[in-house]
């Protein structure tokens, strides 16, 4: 099973969300950089108040103090919550995920298991509808109605 794009997926992928959000689009070359390196780093470009992300395993934008994905991997979202647990044990105390996050990341899970892929790829309006079917998913499986 693919845990992750292909990289002429995530090439234009990452093409499609540059020119919705007005950003010069990453050469290819770069985009291979890092999408072939063994310690992949996400890209990360700016303008004003709006960041985005392009990494092997997930592409996100912040805009409006709101973190949107247009790609996520489970990897990404188990290395996500690895992260907060090592700072814990390291500092001695937890701090969650943000709210908005942490749903996002339950429903994209619940999506993945529902369609047997470890990958989404949330396109214009999808994403909405796929995370509300994946929170409900969760929930009844919580509960015993699954």
């Known amino acids: 099973m693919r845990q992750y794009l292909g990289f002429k997926q995530l090439t234009a992928l990452a093409q499609r969300l540059c020119a919705k959000l007005d950003f010069r689009a990453p050469s290819s070359g770069r985009i291979m950089e890092n999408y072939f390196s063994p310690v992949p780093q996400p890209i990360l470009l700016r303008r004003g108040g709006v960041k985005l992300w392009i990494d092997k395993y997930y592409v996100a934008y912040l805009e409006r103090g709101?973190?949107?994905?247009?790609?996520?991997?489970?990897?990404?979202?188990?290395e996500e919550r690895e992260a907060l647990r090592e700072l814990a044990r390291e500092r001695g105390s937890y701090r969650a995920l943000p709210e908005e996050i942490e749903k996002t990341f339950a429903a994209a899970l619940a999506e993945m298991k529902l369609r047997g892929r470890e990958v989404l790829v949330y396109e214009s309006g999808e994403k909405k509808a796929a995370a509300e079917r994946g929170l409900k998913r969760a929930h009844n499986e919580r509960c015993g109605m699954a």
């Open 66 to 78: 709101q973190v949107v994905y247009a790609y996520l991997t489970r990897r990404h979202i188990e």
